[in-house]
């Protein structure tokens, strides 16, 4: 265990070199792909979402394809399609696959693809496979999708129907810096052109392993309860949420704290793992109610009050 | 992970041996301290058992029941959380789970048994029961006993003298019950008062002694005059017949009989 936190403190070390701040969102993205699941990662344009992937990707050696969506993006954009091809006289139809035939995948402002779309490339999260015409095309392994949504600007755009967030394991929030690194980073890149260079420091053989590792990781039996405790209680809060979260977020709490047991380097789950993992896991899972929001309630504010009130 | 199992079950053994302590400890108190009055006041004492043996039962039942490993997990917080998770995978074979089993038990090495004890509180507590024996002991050496009966007809005395100032001996109060002779509980029954400086010559026999049946023989039989004692005789009445000459016995019953008539 204490291996695999040096390997994690040194991928932190060196995402610090492009990336400044942001440990949070790097460790949030690090637990995704740990739990071989996908992403959605909401902020605010320019806050380095986009470049904090495909550094991740970089340092991982993992193929990177970013698919910018927007309202005439086809399915066929994504998943690929047949074209002909003319060799020695003969058409034959071959098979040219799309952006989604990568090992990260960045869809980039998915909330402005079509419902068709969104729906194409979310069959493709879930099943790890793609269906064009009559054949099946297995999808390379690991398999992320972390897709990034733009709170503002919601004008012209198809919000994410809560069935298909859902299958998203984690929302991350991404917030601006502070000060000091702002500062960071204004010297960072103000003033240089050079990129710096970047070591792998795993692969996917590496990423593989762990997905089964992460599985591994003990948990006591009252943190499992806690966590089915704290799911459960999003239903029971009519006051404040209209819809709760689904088994499925107790799923993923369980394998997201897993996953941040192992970057911390322990070989047990912990009560903080839970509690930390909770917002990510159920912010895209509740929906508040009009009252709720009326109070100027977010989602973090309801979650936060769930957790107090679970022992 | 027999190892991880065996230290499992040394650690609820070490547990409910310390519960068991402190129970009856704690229930040994509480025997005492209901003990001495009891005594004191003439009460029944062994009624001090019941008290004790529910506690004993009852905080037994509640310390065996306890989740040791959360104790041991707030003693010593570096193995918060992973003693539980530790339990509760006690099954499960792989690596992450077999590492972390023996972690623990590496870790279970710093943990001493008798941090668990609070030593300063059992010191009082030890202490507290000794000067509670000698305290039963002293009361019954020196007889200590508060009888209910006589303090309430004291009391009633008391208040009655203090009420009543006409009660013609011109004695008052406590002067009063101390002078009147009646307290026989202070001053011991009367009857063996009155000896004065008497010497009494009492041989006590001893109460046990050994019977030999050779010694047993058959009963002989014998006159009773042989049996009865010489000095034992009967005697007639004489009172005033030897005072009185035989010639005039008669003229003295004739004016008895008359005075008796008339």
């Known amino acids: ?311 | 992970m027999k190892k991880f199992n065996k230290v499992l079950k040394e650690i609820n053994f070490t547990f409910n041996y310390i519960v068991l302590f402190n129970s009856f400890l704690n229930s040994f108190l509480i025997f005492l301290i209901i003990y001495i009055p009891l005594s004191l006041f003439s009460f029944y004492q062994m009624y001090a058992l019941v008290p004790a043996a529910v506690y004993f039962v009852i905080k037994t039942y509640k310390g065996i029941r306890k989740k040791h490993l959360i104790s041991i997990e707030k003693k010593y917080p570096f193995l918060n959380e992973r003693l539980r998770t530790a339990r509760d995978n006690i099954k499960t074979e792989n690596p992450v789970v077999d590492e972390l089993k023996s972690d623990i038990m590496m870790d279970m090495k710093k943990v001493e048994v008798s941090s668990f004890f609070n030593q300063k509180n059992i010191s009082y507590k030890i202490l507290l029961s000794i000067i509670l024996c000698f305290l039963v002991v002293f009361s019954a050496q020196f007889d200590l006993s508060f009888n209910f009966k006589d303090a309430a007809d004291t009391a009633v005395d008391f208040i009655y003298g203090i009420g009543d100032n006409n009660s013609g001996d011109g004695k008052q109060g406590l002067e009063r019950i101390a002078s009147s002779g009646t307290s026989e509980s202070v001053f011991g029954d009367a009857q063996i008062a009155q000896m004065g400086e008497e010497i009494l010559d009492v041989v006590i026999k001893p109460a046990g002694y050994e019977i030999n049946l050779d010694d047993v023989k058959e009963t002989e039989k014998r006159d009773f005059e042989e049996l009865f004692p010489d000095d034992v005789f009967i005697e007639t009445s004489d009172v005033y017949e030897e005072k009185i000459q035989e010639d005039q016995q008669e003229l003295v019953k004739a004016y008895f009989l008359k005075i008796a008539k008339g």
């Open chain 1, 1 to 311: 265990m204490k291996t695999y936190k040096e390997t994690f403190d040194s991928l932190y070390k060196e995402i610090g070199k492009i990336v400044v701040g942001q440990k949070d969102v790097v460790e949030q993205i690090m637990i995704t792909i740990l739990c071989d699941a996908n992403a959605l990662i909401e902020g605010y344009p320019g806050l380095a979402k986009t470049l904090a992937i495909k550094t991740m990707a970089q340092m991982m050696n993992l193929k990177f394809s970013r698919i910018q969506n927007t309202p005439d993006l086809m399915p066929s954009d994504i998943t690929g399609t047949y074209i002909i091809e003319e060799t020695s006289g003969k058409r034959n139809f071959k098979f040219q696959p799309g952006p989604i035939f990568a090992n990260i995948v960045l869809a980039d402002e998915i909330n402005r693809a079509t419902p068709k779309t969104q729906s194409a490339l979310l069959e493709a999260m879930q099943e790890k496979q793609v269906t064009v015409g009559n054949t099946t095309f297995k999808l390379d392994r690991p398999f992320f999708v972390l897709a990034t949504q733009n709170p503002i600007e919601q004008e012209g755009t198809y919000p994410l129907p809560e069935a298909q967030a859902d299958r998203f394991l984690l929302k991350i929030k991404i917030g601006y810096p502070t000060y000091d690194e702002e500062i960071e980073i204004v010297n960072k890149y103000a003033f240089e052109l050079k990129d710096p260079k970047l070591s792998v420091l795993l692969d996917k053989a590496h990423l593989i392993h762990m997905h089964e590792l992460v599985r591994q990781i003990p948990i006591a039996n009252d943190l499992k309860h806690r966590i089915v405790n704290i799911v459960t209680e999003t239903r029971k809060h009519p006051n404040l949420i209209e819809y709760g979260a689904s088994p499925r977020a107790s799923i993923g709490l369980v394998l997201a704290s897993k996953a941040r047991a192992l970057l911390k380097g322990r070989n047990y789950v912990s009560k903080e793992d839970i509690d930390t993992m909770a917002y990510p896991i159920l912010r895209h899972r509740i929906i508040l109610n009009f009252e709720a929001e009326r109070k100027g309630m977010s989602t973090d504010d309801a979650i936060k009050e769930i957790i107090s009130k679970v022992k």
